[in-house]
Each structure stands twice: as structure tokens, then as C-alpha cells.
């Protein structure tokens, strides 16, 4: 069974950070590349991040590029999402998933982590 648990929301000032954290289950992690998305009320789920499966590759959005930083670490099946310098327009729930630009499990969502970015 496929599970992806995130963590490491919360409520934050602007310019503050944040390290998100998921933890995946049920599949091979260390041969699946992963990827981070979120989604604000209202809004479609959209890529945030991703990274291949052995961290030499990596893929930002343009709004991500020189403030977060996708990593993992393959011996716990962990994926983190390093945020720097938020700003309000951050604001959303998180959610990690298999694949590099887009998720392909997509039938098995985890319940996401929240980042507020008060101004």
C-alpha cells in the first residue's frame, strides 16, 4: 500500500523557512524519483519541485528557483523540501508524490502538510 506523509508545516512570517518533510511507503523509494506540489484553495495542484531518484537531477518551478531546495535521503524514504525567504503568496498545502515533473501515483495522495505565510 502506497502512503506519502508529510510534515513540517506551519505558520510562518514573511521572509522566514521552513523544512518539509515526507515520508513515503509501499514502493521502491530508491528508484522512484519524487516530487513536491501544492495547493491553494481555489486553486489546481502544481509542481513545486523535483528530484530524481539518485539526487543528481533536479527540476524547480520558476517561483521555487533560489529559495527552496529538493533533497531526499534514500535510507529512510525521505523526501524534503528546504523554503527560504517565504512569502505570503506561499501560502498552501503541500504534498509530496512519485515522479519528476508530474505524479504518478496519482491515485494515492497523502493528506499534505499546511505552510501559512503571515505578512
Known amino acids: 500500500q502506497?502512503?506519502?506523509?508529510?510534515?513540517?508545516?506551519?505558520?510562518?512570517?514573511?521572509?522566514?523557512?521552513?523544512?518539509?518533510?515526507?515520508?513515503a511507503s509501499g514502493f521502491t523509494f530508491s528508484k522512484s524519483d519524487m516530487s513536491w506540489y501544492r495547493q491553494s484553495p481555489g486553486?489546481?495542484?502544481?509542481?513545486?519541485a523535483g528530484i530524481s531518484a539518485d539526487s543528481y537531477g533536479r527540476n524547480y518551478q520558476d517561483f521555487a528557483h533560489g529559495r527552496f531546495t529538493i533533497s531526499r535521503v534514500?535510507?529512510?524514504?525521505?523526501?524534503?523540501?528546504?523554503?527560504?525567504?517565504l512569502s505570503p503568496s506561499?501560502?498552501?498545502?503541500y504534498f509530496c508524490n512519485a515522479g519528476y515533473y508530474r505524479p504518478t501515483m496519482d491515485n494515492d495522495w497523502g493528506r499534505g502538510t499546511l505552510v501559512t505565510v503571515a505578512s
Do not use: H
Not at 43 to 48: D, H, Y
Not at 74 to 85: A, F, G, P, R, S
Not at 90 to 93: F, G, I, M
Open 74 to 85: 534514500n535510507d529512510i524514504n525521505t523526501v524534503y523540501l528546504q523554503m527560504d525567504d
Open 43 to 48: 486553486k489546481e495542484r502544481e509542481l513545486v
Open 2 to 23: 502506497v502512503q506519502f506523509v508529510e510534515s513540517g508545516g506551519g505558520l510562518v512570517q514573511a521572509g522566514g523557512s521552513l523544512r518539509l518533510s515526507c515520508k
Open 90 to 93: 506561499d501560502s498552501a498545502t
